[in-house]
């Protein structure tokens, strides 16, 4: 039988995975005596937790009062956009030709994500349009690049759950735009894969203005 996890890695994945699904969201206080009684520990590992999440960007302690979750910044947006740009219209160009079993894979993301938009589960909608993305990076064959692109793992789904819940429209979008690109890269067509990836991450620039697409 498995031991449970450390007190502290308990506090640190509830309130992490909360942060990422948006049921903590931006601008809320979360205090060390309400997430002990939560997970069901003593308040030092939740401070260790605290200190992690900080660490990662997710919150702001106030020593005495609590943890702020920080709201995720348009300029957060735009950097990460930016980068995802970079990173992913490098890899489709080489992901293709497609490297066996990508499609397939892609293919069973593509039908996980509309099963998931189906059940209204924004949190696993936009874990699986993240794992659609990285799928693609990783079969790219550059694994400083893929290692780069995890990085963003975090701020991605906090994103995507974000976006979804101010644009809901965007979750049928999003899934045209993914079958788009998979009928790229499965028909070898490296210019109109990558001018997919553009245009699909294109919408997000447009939205940190304020606007809709």
């Known amino acids: 039988m498995a031991s449970a996890p450390p007190a502290a890695d308990r506090v640190y994945m509830h309130v992490k995975q909360a942060v990422l699904d948006r049921?903590?969201?931006?601008?809320?206080?979360?205090?060390e005596g309400e997430l002990a009684?939560?997970?069901?520990?003593?308040?030092?590992p939740v401070r260790e937790a605290l200190l992690k999440l900080e660490m990662e960007g997710l919150?702001?302690?106030y020593p005495k009062k609590g943890a702020l979750v920080l709201a995720v910044s348009a300029q957060e947006i735009a950097d990460v956009v930016e980068t995802r740009l970079l990173v992913e219209e490098?890899?489709?160009?080489?992901?293709?030709?497609?490297a066996p079993g990508l499609?397939?894979?892609?293919?069973?993301?593509?039908?996980?994500?509309?099963?998931?938009?189906?059940?209204?589960?924004?949190a696993e909608v936009a874990a699986t349009d993240r794992a659609f993305h990285a799928e693609i990076v990783q079969h790219?064959?550059?694994?400083?690049l893929a290692r780069l692109y995890d990085q963003?793992?975090?701020?991605?789904?906090?994103?995507?759950?974000?976006?979804?819940q101010s644009q809901p429209d965007r979750i049928a979008k999003n899934i045209v735009e993914h079958a788009e690109i998979l009928e790229r890269i499965k028909s070898g067509d490296v210019e109109g894969a990558a001018g997919c990836v553009r245009q699909h991450l294109s919408w997000v620039k447009v939205l940190v203005r304020g606007e809709a697409r």
Do not use: C, H, W
């Open 23 to 31: 049921r903590y969201e931006g601008g809320t206080l979360l205090t």
């Open 37 to 44: 009684q939560a997970v069901g520990v003593s308040r030092t």
């Open 59 to 61: 919150l702001k302690l």
């Open 90 to 98: 490098f890899a489709v160009r080489r992901a293709v030709p497609p």
């Open 103 to 122: 499609v397939e894979r892609l293919e069973e993301l593509l039908e996980e994500q509309k099963r998931r938009a189906e059940a209204g589960d924004l």
């Open 140 to 144: 790219a064959g550059n694994q400083i």
């Open 152 to 164: 963003l793992r975090d701020r991605q789904l906090r994103m995507g759950v974000a976006v979804m």
